[in-house]
């Protein structure tokens, strides 16, 4: 008798440790930080240029001691944009992305040709030293087109 009750509370055992493993698992993306409910791409688009115009290649440099972004803009349109003015804030693909942003910056560009691009500097603001901010492929970029108006 005493053999049953170890056979069953062993089954039972090993039951419930594979049943957690299994089932209490959440996305590996959730668990790795990259799946942001404050989603840039799933936001309301205030500006009708936001779908065209796209910031990449974020690199965080220090230019005269002081944060910097080096970046690129992107426009995906067939025709040109003329003053245009936005607002960029990056956040960090890690776990703390949901609580804070790593910094923003500002830019403005005279003109943007066709199927374009412009390689910008810009100073960051931030409140993270130099060595706390993320690498390139860590960061994203949430654009918010505040000039020209259509």
Known sequence: MGLGFFAAFLVLGTLLYFGIQRFGRTNVQEKAGLENPANPSQQ?????LQKYVEVVGIRMVSENKKPAARFIVVNHSTTEITG?????TLWASTSRSEEDSVGSF???LPSLGPNAAKELTSPLKTRLKQYELPDWQ?????IQITSPQR
Do not use: G, R, Y
Not at 44 to 48: A, E, G, L, T, Y
């Open 44 to 48: 309301k688009v205030s500006n009708p």
């Open 106 to 108: 500002s830019f403005k």
């Open 138 to 142: 860590n960061a994203t970029a949430e």
């Open 84 to 88: 245009l003015e936005a607002n960029v």
